[in-house]
């Protein structure tokens, strides 16, 4: 160490100047880092910065395969309002253009077979629902102001007009059931609720006037149980055990207006427009409740559930798959198809049929 004196007074010696500036530069490089080691220095810091801003640089996210895929398309003469599935046909009722049969045997490769478009078809004319007794050789149309026409597709590459049941107009959609072996069928009528029509001698036998529109309608073949898509007023059950005397058993709310309904097993599933959808349990008729409402993206115009995942048709959303596995009430979006309009749905084993403005979509799991 330096001596004070030394480094401070004025009159020092040379020999003394000479340790004085001896000192100082020792001391001043010893606490000088050397060269070698202030390289490693920076290395380190610059290995540093370089790990911490690849750690903080945006990674590219892998998106999961979406699950399910568009495997089949053809074009529609007319909107797809309803849909009807009996084996390798699908029978689609397009609007103004009648009656469409598509052969769905390759579903990559859907091909229109035929078509009824009515003579004369007036402008009020215009198939809403569609149904077809399993094994029958004619399928009844709801058609508006058309009233409930009845086509022969015996061939369907060449579907026929075979006539009509008795005239009703607003007809909107069209299921039917078997009691006592006499076939039935039942057709809303937006503004007048609905009513019976036997088959086989055209008689109407069973009128149930409901309030609000009555828009689409399932039916539970074994309890013989209707159930009514019926606007504002929400889901309608209807009993027509006595064929010549329904009775309403139950209403049920819903927070829009319902316009479409399946049913399956005791669960009636209802597209309610902008309320989405909703699962009601008619298990006990006289009891129906709503078990479950969940939003779907756009508007809810049909609905379809195959046991595992729930197809909605969402209008210029196209078509939403839901993943019901923690719930209906906490159904999943899984997967959304751009398939124009979407305005119908149907579903066989895990296979959606889609009917749109101008277009028939066929999709399915991704392989």
């Known amino acids: 160490m330096c001596p004070a004196a030394w480094s401070n007074t004025a009159s020092q010696t040379p020999k003394a100047n000479w340790w004085s500036k001896r000192c100082l530069k020792a001391t001043e490089a010893a606490q000088r880092p050397s060269s070698t080691l202030t390289e490693m220095r920076k290395l380190t810091i610059f290995a540093l910065i370089s790990l911490l801003t690849a750690c903080m640089e945006p990674q590219p996210i892998e998106e999961e395969p979406n699950p399910f895929s568009i495997v089949g398309t053809v074009e529609l003469p007319g909107y797809g309002e309803d849909i009807w599935l009996d084996g390798n046909l699908a029978y689609v009722a397009t609007g103004e253009a009648g009656l469409t049969v598509i052969d769905i045997s390759d579903p990559t490769n859907p091909v229109v077979i035929g078509r009824w478009d009515g003579v004369p078809r007036l402008s009020q004319y215009y198939s809403r629902g569609i149904f077809k007794f399993q094994g029958d050789s004619v399928v009844y149309v709801a058609d508006d102001d058309g009233g409930t026409l009845i086509i022969d597709v015996r061939d369907p590459s060449n579907p026929t007009y075979f006539g009509s049941l008795p005239w009703l107009h607003n007809v909107r959609d069209i299921e039917g059931f078997v009691l006592a072996d006499t076939p039935f069928v039942v057709v809303s009528r937006y503004d007048e609720g609905v009513v019976a029509i036997n088959c086989i001698t055209s008689a109407q036998r069973g ?133 124009e309009n979407a305005l119908s749905v149907k579903v066989r084993n895990d296979t959606a049929f889609v009917g749109t403005r101008g277009m028939f979509y066929i999709v399915a799991p991704t392989q």
């Open 207 to 339: 009128w149930a006037n409901l309030l609000g529109y009555s828009n689409g309608i399932a039916i539970d073949t074994q309890r013989h149980l209707v159930l009514v898509a019926n606007g504002q007023c929400g889901l309608m059950v209807v009993d027509y055990n006595n064929i010549t005397n329904p009775t309403v058993r139950a209403q049920v709310d819903t927070r829009d207006r319902a316009v479409k309904v399946q049913i399956y097993d005791t669960l009636a599933f209802v597209a309610d427009w902008s309320g989405g959808v909703v699962v009601v349990s008619v298990a006990n008729p006289d009891s129906a409740y709503t078990i479950a409402q969940f939003d779907v993206p756009g508007v809810a115009k049909d609905v379809a559930f195959d046991g595992v995942h729930i197809f909605v048709a969402a209008g210029s959303h196209g078509l939403c798959i839901f993943d019901p596995s923690y719930g209906f009430e906490n159904s999943e979006l899984i997967a959304q198809l751009e398939t």
